[in-house]
Each structure stands twice: as C-alpha cells, then as structure tokens.
C-alpha cells in the first residue's frame, strides 16, 4: 500500500519537471522479501538531470537506479532491476537492511490518458487500484468514479476496501493507493501544536477544531485546515469516520466534542487526561463505549512530560493504531515490517 499524499507530492515534482522539458522515471518497490528500508508501494520520480523526490533505500539504491532510469528515459521502456541487499561485498556498503527487492522504473509521459487518471486520482484524493503488467505491458487504473486501461476480471474483484495493500497475479503488479485519514484535533492550546506538525508529519490530514480564532489559526498551526467554530456547530456526517483526539481542557467543550466524535462512527477516538475525568465525561453525555475505539488516557507509555514529548507519544499510537500494531518494542523481533 501506498499514500495518496506521498503521490500527490511525486506528482507535483513530475508536472515540474513537464514544465522544464525535463524527462521523468517513477521507481516503484514491486517486491521485498526479508527487511527493506521501504514496503512493496513505495515510490519515488528521478529527473533527467539527476534531481530526485521520495526515497525507496534511504540512499542505498537511489544511485544506481538512476543509471537505469537514464537508460529507461532513453529508450522509453520499462525495466525491473533485483537486488540483493545481503551480498555486502558487492555492495560494499554494510547495509542494515538484509534482504531482497524488485524495483520497477517506469517513464512518465504526462499526457497519456493513464497517467491523466493517475493525476486525477491523487489530486482528488480517491481510493485508487492501480497496477501493470510487468515488466513493459498494459497499465490499468481504478477509482470510484473513474476507470483507465484494461482492468483485468481478478482486479475488479479485489476487496480493496478491506485493507489489502499490494500483490501480484497473472504476470500483474498491483497496488491500492488510499487517501489520508483525516485527524481532528479538538482544542487548540499551545500542547496541541507539536502534535498538529508531527501528525502532519506522519501522513495525517489535520483539522483543528476550537471557536477561539485568536489560537486556531495559520500563525499557530500552519500545516491544518481551521475550524473557528465550536463542536455544536459541526454535523456528523463532515467528520465521518476521523481520528480524533480532543485536548481542550475545558470540560464543556470536551463533552461536546466527545458527543460529536460519537456520532461520527470514529475511527480512534483519544482523549487527554486522566480516565477518571473521561469516564465522568462518558457518563454525563449517557453514551454506550462498547465498540467505541475510545484510547483515554491517549498515547503510548513513555513517559512523557513535555508537549513535544507528549506528541509523540499520541502520535506513536495512532500510528500503531492505523496499522494494526501492539505500539510495543521492537527490541527481539528478527523482522521489522513482519
């Protein structure tokens, strides 16, 4: 799986590149087995003249891809290129990472009507099926509201609202591209701005919801959209299905962004400060938490203290949250992503 925002951001990166008369390759991770710095998904555009957007090694690969991206620019044809993260002494590098990944290079010509729905799909945030048949065959693209190419019959049957990621079929790669999830952060306090920029950070789309314009603004939270209204204010059906973490240190304000939340079918509902003053909250509004994905106290045991540190320990948990991880160590485990 792939995110709609690291596309969008590749995609502005190409149409910068069109305007220059600049050639372009999109390198796509296909296959890993073993470790990797990244997950089959993973993209990133080389330009003729050498700059680069995104990363798939952290810097290992990145070079030597774009020896073959030269040579798929020349010729206009795709490639896929193996390696073999283990064999050190062919590397010579020392890497971390030890084991095996396919990386796919592709041209970009902007133009084509499937990359026109690629362009379409990620600047419309859609749920896109997406996928090839490799190395150089057929591309296929599928949203709900548009379709490019030759879907094949397997690809249109594929649960992709379940959660699948990426695989491959019949010679095809395919991979599911799904929007960000949406973040609302109610309470704009100075605690709430470290964790507005990292949840940014971390692939978020954040909302800060506070009637107070003096605090929730672009001054104190450059990277969210801005509700200056109170939660009363706001329907359910405009917040379906968020993440949320309500920090207003006011009680009346978090009882009503609490209601809202409820309402809204979410989909991580945190809640700051001690679970006693949560469940008091709980009880005034009458509400029934079987089923809620209620997180309160939020954020994960690190002993946080400071705001900063306090946001990453919120952060860290809708992370783990939004994979389905434990949130636990990974001292021990012999496979990272397993």
Not at 171 to 177: A, I
Not at 235 to 258: F, K, L
Request: one cysteine or more; hydrophobic letters at 40%.
């Amino acid at each position: 799986m792939s995110s709609i925002r690291e596309a969008r951001q590749l995609w502005q990166f190409v149409e910068d590149a069109e305007a220059l008369g600049q050639s372009v390759v999109m390198a796509t991770l296909v296959t890993v087995v073993g470790s990797a710095y990244r997950r089959p998904g993973a993209k990133m555009v080389m330009r003729q003249d050498g700059r680069m957007r995104g990363t798939l090694s952290g810097g290992c690969l990145e070079g030597d891809l774009f020896l073959h991206a030269e040579t798929v620019m020349a010729t206009g044809k795709p490639s896929i290129h193996h390696y073999d993260l283990t064999e050190d002494e062919m590397w010579g590098l020392g890497i971390g990472c030890k084991g095996t990944v396919d990386v796919w290079l592709e041209p970009i010509h902007p133009q084509e009507p499937f990359w026109q729905g690629f362009q379409r799909a990620v600047s419309e945030d859609q749920l896109v099926l997406w996928g090839a048949e490799l190395p150089e065959g057929r591309r296929f693209l599928m949203t709900p509201r548009d379709t490019v190419g030759d879907v094949p019959t397997w690809a249109r049957a594929l649960p992709i609202e379940s959660g699948i990621e990426t695989g491959r079929q019949d010679g095809f790669w395919w991979d599911v591209m799904r929007p960000p999830e949406r973040l609302i952060v109610a309470g704009a306090g100075h605690d709430a701005e470290p964790l507005v920029r990292l949840a940014s950070q971390a692939g978020f789309e954040v909302t800060v919801l506070d009637p107070r314009p003096h605090v929730n603004n672009p001054d104190h939270f450059p990277q969210a959209r801005h509700w200056v209204k109170a939660p009363e204010e706001v329907t359910p059906a405009e917040v379906i299905g968020s993440y949320w973490v309500i920090m207003n240190h006011h009680q009346r304000r978090d009882e009503a962004a609490i209601r809202l939340a409820y309402a809204s079918a979410p989909r991580f509902l945190g809640i700051l400060g001690p679970r006693q003053r949560t469940d008091e909250m709980i009880a005034n509004l009458g509400i029934q938490t079987d089923g809620l994905p209620l997180r309160a106290p939020v954020g994960l045991d690190v002993g946080a203290e400071t705001p900063e540190e306090v946001a990453v320990s919120i952060v860290g948990e809708m992370m783990a949250y939004r994979r389905s991880r434990s949130g636990g160590p990974l001292n021990g485990r012999q496979r990272i992503h397993a």
